[in-house]
Structure formats: structure tokens, C-alpha cells
């Protein structure tokens, strides 16, 4: 049975361990269970470990003993080539709330064909990938 590969985005992290986060509850299980396939990028990371940083006590930390406990995460790397196709990908959609945090993971999945992202950005699905949890319901 072949396992489909999954980003991991700063929403999926945040949401996992900041238990007041709106989908903390849903994104859970997912880690509990996570398959062999893991990718996230340096970018992503950097987001993260920077928001835990500013607004956690100790949040980082926590953060950096995760990255260790999933040996088998892939950390994308972004050079100048990835640059250059996050500016043809946000010039390409034209969606006012498209981050380069967002297109950047945009053309990550399209280069590695990942069709499964874990996070709570629903722009990361605007290109057919499904994201899980998703955005927390409106209340």
C-alpha cells in the first residue's frame, strides 16, 4: 500500500501545539498519526519558530523537540530558481490574501506532487490539494 506524501504547514505545528489554537482538537489525531512522508519547507520553520518565539513561553523549544521526534521529515529548501517560480506563482493568481509563504508552499506541492497539505490555510488547496484540518468552522 503506498502512503501519499503530506506538507506539513505552520498552521498544522501552531495548531498541534498550542492548545488554545481553534483546531487544535482536529489537528491532533493527524500527528498521532502521521505517515513516513513528511515534507515541510525552511520557510514554513522559520514562520513557526518565529511565531512561538514571540507569543509562547518557551514555544520554541517545544517546536525544535517535535522537529526532532519526526526523523523522517523532509525540510524543502529555497533557492533563488524557487524564488523566481513564487514570483511567476503569485503573479499567476493574483489572490490579494496569497502570502509568499503561501506560494511558496504552492510550489513545493506542485514540484514534489503533493496532494495532501496539513494546515489551516485554505489558499494552499486553491490548486487541488486538499487541506486538513482546514480553517476552524466560523462560529
Do not use: C
Not at 500500500?1 to 489537528?27: K, N, Q, W, Y
Not at 489525531?29 to 515541510?40: G, I, K, S, V
Not at 523522517?72 to 530558481?81: I, K, N, Q, T, W
Request: net charge negative; no cysteine; aromatic share 8%.
Amino acid at each position: 500500500m503506498s502512503v501519499e506524501p503530506v506538507f506539513l504547514d505552520s498552521g498544522a505545528f501552531l495548531s498541534f501545539l498550542v492548545r488554545t489554537a481553534p483546531a487544535h482538537e482536529r489537528m491532533v489525531p493527524l500527528f498521532e498519526r502521521a505517515p513516513p512522508h513528511l515534507y515541510t519547507s525552511v520557510l514554513v520553520i522559520a514562520e513557526t519558530y518565529d511565531w512561538l518565539r514571540r507569543r509562547t513561553a518557551g514555544g520554541e523549544a517545544i517546536f525544535n523537540d517535535l522537529l526532532r521526534a519526526l526523523p523522517d521529515l523532509e525540510v524543502l529548501r529555497a533557492d533563488f530558481g524557487h524564488a523566481r517560480a513564487v514570483e511567476r506563482k503569485l503573479a499567476a493568481h493574483r489572490e490579494p490574501d496569497l502570502s509568499y509563504l503561501a506560494a511558496s508552499s504552492l510550489v513545493f506541492l506542485g514540484r514534489h506532487q503533493i496532494l495532501e497539505v496539513w494546515g489551516t490555510d485554505p489558499l494552499l488547496g486553491m490548486e487541488g490539494a486538499r487541506v486538513r484540518p482546514g480553517p476552524a468552522a466560523a462560529s
